[in-house]
């Protein structure tokens, strides 16, 4: 797995996070295609951190003037797949020699997972790599 180096703004990030939500943060990147910060937080702890009618999530945009995005870790591929691509929902998800398969349940489904030129897809596949990366690749049908 490579080394993942956090740099001062990102720590202050994380800290401010943990401080604020109460939840324990697993994880923090900085996501240059979405333009957000993307916060990974321990299974179980994803309702804390969003907090009642998403107040956190709303106080730390405000706080942070940028969008965030926050995801539920988890030790199963296709489990954390399905839970950072949320709220769009999947037909059918399989995994084969590290080939990630996706079915959406509808075309309109299929092009947000994909995005223009295939942006929101390799992105995912950066982000799920992170964590396991015997991931070769994910695709959409």
Do not use: H, W
Not at 95 to 100: F, L
């Amino acid at each position: 797995m490579a080394k993942i180096v956090y740099d001062i703004t990102l720590m202050k990030y994380m800290s401010l996070f943990e401080k604020i939500t109460r939840a324990r943060l697993k994880d923090c990147f900085s996501d240059s295609v979405t333009n957000q910060l993307v916060f990974v937080v321990s299974p179980g702890e994803l309702g804390k951190a969003v907090g009642k009618k998403a107040v956190n999530v709303k106080k730390l945009e405000n706080l942070f003037k940028k969008n965030i995005k926050i995801i539920e870790y988890a030790d199963d591929l296709m489990i954390f797949i399905t839970k950072a691509i949320y709220p769009l929902k999947l037909a059918d998800i399989k995994e084969e020699d590290g080939i990630v398969t996706m079915e959406g349940p509808d075309t309109k489904t299929k092009g947000l997972l994909i995005g223009r030129n295939a942006a929101n897809l390799r992105n995912l596949e950066t982000v799920v790599k992170r964590y396991y990366p015997q991931l070769k690749e994910i695709k959409v049908i």
